[in-house]
């Protein structure tokens, strides 16, 4: 019997990576590789890298720095990048970090078991291609071991946006929605495989357009829609979705799709028109919070999230009070912010620049007002009985821990309760960044 080589890989950035961190594994599967959890035993260490900010490509280099000691230790080792990292710099990655074995872009997954092979005989590995063939389809397929309630399906990849921030569209490509029935037998397969919640992923996911058995193009909504009738399957969300593309049929789903769960992440990046138009977001403040209002009225306990970019390039303390009045209409229940961080060979990245003291002071400003936001919404959940997930133990005894309707973290006492049963659940308490319920039923 032949001893199973152990992969470790490290996962950088956004949802998307961790649903191709999970692809990667399966791939490399079959080339005799079990997952670990320690690096410091593991035959390949792969790191799923995230390039959309200066700060996340630049932690890439330092863990590699902090991987010589155990190449040096086991010069077996084989390391590898992966993911936005690797398709942004390619062969530059080798050249600064010689201990590197093999780059692989994220459209290029399908081919890591002939990319690993070939390090295996010493030899560098390097592949950085937007190739024809789709990957998913080429990608091993998946195993039938369980696994856990919440899982990620990717089913659009890339971006054609193109703000003028963002690095997306050039190291994800061009949009490209998987066809609907693969994206069925997957879902199929993972509620077979114990998930009852699944998140579809998109970088832009609410631009799919994928095409049908029926040979139609579909939208997400009718997507959506299938997987309601997916047997076993309880909830679905969607991430992330542009303003632009939040179409009538996916407000609608929200109205009267019962698996489609009421929390939506939206981001609208700035809350100034001039900032907007120079972002090229192509979309006003009001035409944005337009949107907000008929997603409230089409559903009125809608959970909104958002993204935003202080100190883009030009943004003035009038353009960034925008931002604060903008958030202060929205009320959003979470939401993530970020200094704008410069990255080559985008537009913004020519112009002329906020100082690193401005960005701090606003996003300390922004993020006061949205953690307010947050905290007032979730303590309203107090009294109110939502649906929760559950997916694993907490820290205390008989403590389970899930996800509300809404996304809120919610634990409760119960011997009864199980990963994966989805309950009713009165919220008693609100701290910090959970809630405490009880059982209902
Ligand atoms: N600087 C700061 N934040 C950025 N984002 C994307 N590009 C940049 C950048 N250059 C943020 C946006 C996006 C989220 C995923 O990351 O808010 O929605
Ligand atoms: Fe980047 Fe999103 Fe804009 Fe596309 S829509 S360019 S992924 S921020």
Avoid at 7 to 17: A, H, V
Avoid at 402 to 409: C, L, P
Wanted: proline share 5%; glycine share 8%; charged share 25%.
């Amino acid at each position: 019997m032949t001893v199973p080589k152990k992969l470790f890989i490290k996962t950088y950035g956004c949802q998307m990576n961790v649903y191709d961190s999970e692809r990667m594994a399966e791939a490399l599967g079959g080339q005799g590789y079990v997952e670990t959890t320690s690096q410091d035993d593991a035959d390949m260490i792969l790191l799923n890298t995230c390039h959309i900010r200066e700060k996340a490509a630049e932690k890439v280099y330092s863990e590699l720095g902090r991987l010589r000691g155990l190449k040096e230790a086991n010069p077996n080792l084989k390391i590898g990048v992966a993911g936005c990292v690797a398709q942004a710099e390619g062969a530059e990655i080798m050249r600064r970090q010689p201990l590197v074995d093999l780059v692989v872009g994220p459209q290029s997954y399908h081919r890591l078991p002939e990319l690993e092979a070939k390090t295996r005989l010493g030899e560098t590995a390097l592949d950085t291609d937007f190739p024809e063939e789709d990957k998913f389809e080429k990608l091993a397929a998946r195993p039938k071991a369980k696994r856990g309630p919440a899982a990620f399906l990717t089913v659009q990849e890339g971006c054609d946006k193109f703000c003028a921030f963002c690095v997306v569209p050039y190291t994800r490509g061009s949009e490209v929605s998987r066809p609907v029935e693969r994206i069925l037998t997957e879902a199929r397969d993972l509620v077979e495989r114990g998930v009852r919640e699944i998140t579809l992923l998109g970088q832009n996911v609410n631009a799919y357009h994928g095409a049908g058995s029926d040979g139609a193009d579909w939208s997400l909504a009718r997507l959506i829609w299938a997987l309601n009738d997916v047997d076993g399957l309880e909830r679905i969300r969607f991430t992330t979705s542009h303003p632009n593309d939040m179409s009538d049929d996916l407000i609608e789903a929200h109205v009267s799709c019962p698996k489609l769960m009421p929390y939506l992440h939206l981001p609208v990046q700035s809350g100034s028109d001039r900032i907007l138009k120079r972002m090229n977001r192509s979309h006003t403040a009001e035409q944005y919070l337009r949107l907000i209002e008929r997603l409230r009225t089409a559903r009125p306990d809608m959970h909104l999230s958002g993204d935003f970019i202080v100190g883009f390039p030009e943004e003035t303390e009038q353009d960034f009070q925008d931002t604060l009045a903008l958030v202060e209409a929205v009320q959003y229940g979470s939401a993530f912010s970020f200094k704008y961080s410069t990255r080559p060979g985008t537009p913004a990245a020519e112009r002329a620049q906020v100082s690193e003291a401005e960005k701090a002071d606003r996003l300390l400003r922004l993020q006061t007002l949205l953690t307010h936001q947050q905290r007032a919404l979730q303590n309203a959940m107090v009294g109110r009985d939502v649906g929760v997930l559950f997916e694993r133990p907490g820290r205390q005894p008989g403590q389970m821990v899930g996800k509300s309707d809404y996304m809120h973290a919610v634990h409760v006492q119960g011997d009864s309760v199980a990963p994966g049963d989805l309950r009713r659940v009165r919220i008693v308490s609100s701290s910090t960044n959970s809630l405490a319920g009880e059982l209902l039923d």
